[in-house]
């Protein structure tokens, strides 16, 4: 249990915590929304958490008799929110990818403004900040002159019951959606923005088709929001490998318990991004004993370390990789056993834990101060 500071502003001593409402329903099928479910149902056993909506207004509580202020704002870093509280901010800031030239090129120009004014904004209001990683960290804290001792890094979890080696049907949903028998498969989950590099991993998994291999290229990869071309992109990632027809497969909206199988059932995962402020699907599969290769941009080596291959983001890097992958039992082997070894360090009670950390510590400065919290802005 954590108390709020001075006990807590609840009878049993427990931290008020006033969260976004759409944040406890967020869609599961989503990587935010698994964030976000996961994290903060393990916050309800320890803390107060209380839905309010900060749209268009200031945050207030609703449905108790007796309006009283929370002991602390739990908020998305990503979302504006324009501040009239004293009590201490916490923001969860993913990332801030949008701020380099090269990440920028793969976001269309009103959708980094509206990203970085709106983490901006929040950042302004923050006393202290979460981040998935220490790249996001050092990112965030450069990016909006953030003063490092307020910025945390607390790596996200894994369901370690439901991402587990051993598992089988993975084949079987594949023939499922491609209509045929696939017995061996690369696996890809992430969306479909070019960030994401689903069109370099297509150029090795071509390559390694003309060099005999016969694992498919199996998909589970949802469509993107801010891209205006997202038709024609889906169009380009479902088409035909070149000279390799019927070796693409998409599998559209899994639930976990299925994502798991597919993780379970591939001969090698790959998530060769150009940046991941963590890469939750990379650790999910270590966790599944899946072979892992990733690119050496962003989190993406922090999270995997030494349990998988980690490359430059080329097609002739991930062919290379794959290839060693795919045709030596001995380091597929090693590397299923290592996965899952280091999968099992990244438990989401430990995510928990240190939100918790993060959110007690700001509450217990917020109490020491009868003046409204100052913002971080490095002076």
Not at 258 to 278: I, Q
Request: proline share 6%; aromatic share 6%.
């Amino acid at each position: 249990m954590v108390a709020g500071p001075a006990g807590g502003s609840h009878p049993d001593g427990r931290l008020r915590v006033g969260v976004d409402r759409s944040l406890l329903r967020p869609g599961r099928a989503s990587g935010h929304g698994r964030v976000w479910g996961q994290v903060l149902a393990g916050l309800a056993a320890h803390v107060h958490l209380r839905p309010v909506s900060t749209e268009g207004r200031a945050p207030s509580w609703r449905g108790e008799r007796g309006w009283q202020e929370p002991d602390i704002w739990l908020i998305d870093g990503h979302r504006p929110l324009a501040r009239d509280s004293a009590k201490p901010v916490v923001a969860v800031v993913y990332e801030a990818g949008w701020c380099t030239p090269y990440l920028r090129r793969f976001l269309h120009p009103g959708t980094a403004r509206y990203l970085d004014d709106s983490t901006d904004a929040a950042m302004r209001v923050a006393d202290h900040v979460i981040t998935l990683s220490e790249w996001s960290r050092s990112q965030v804290i450069e990016r909006y002159g953030l003063s490092p001792h307020r910025v945390h890094a607390v790596p996200l979890g894994v369901d370690l019951d439901t991402f587990r080696p051993g598992l089988e049907g993975g084949v079987d949903i594949v023939a499922a959606a491609s209509a045929r028998p696939v017995d061996h498969y690369v696996l890809f989950v992430a969306t479909i923005h070019p960030r994401k590099n689903l069109a370099g991993l297509r150029q090795a998994m071509t390559a390694l088709a003309r060099r005999g291999f016969s694992q498919s290229l199996v998909l589970v990869a949802g469509a993107i929001s801010d891209w205006r071309d997202s038709p024609d992109l889906e169009w380009v990632a479902e088409a035909d490998l070149p000279g390799a027809t019927g070796h693409m497969v998409r599998v559209r909206e899994p639930s976990d318990t299925c994502l798991a199988a597919l993780m379970a059932g591939a001969d090698a995962f790959c998530l060769p991004s150009f940046s991941e402020g963590f890469g939750l699907t990379a650790l999910e599969a270590l966790a599944c004993g899946t072979p892992v290769v990733v690119s050496n941009q962003g989190a993406l080596p922090e999270v995997v370390g030494g349990a998988g291959l980690v490359v430059e983001p080329t097609p002739g890097s991930l062919e290379s990789a794959l290839a060693r992958i795919l045709s030596s039992s001995d380091l597929s082997d090693r590397l299923r056993k290592a996965g899952r070894a280091r999968a099992e360090a990244f438990a989401w009670h430990r995510t928990v834990s240190g939100w918790l950390s993060v959110m007690a510590g700001a509450a217990e400065d917020g109490a020491r101060s009868e003046q409204p919290s100052t913002t971080l802005r490095a002076r």
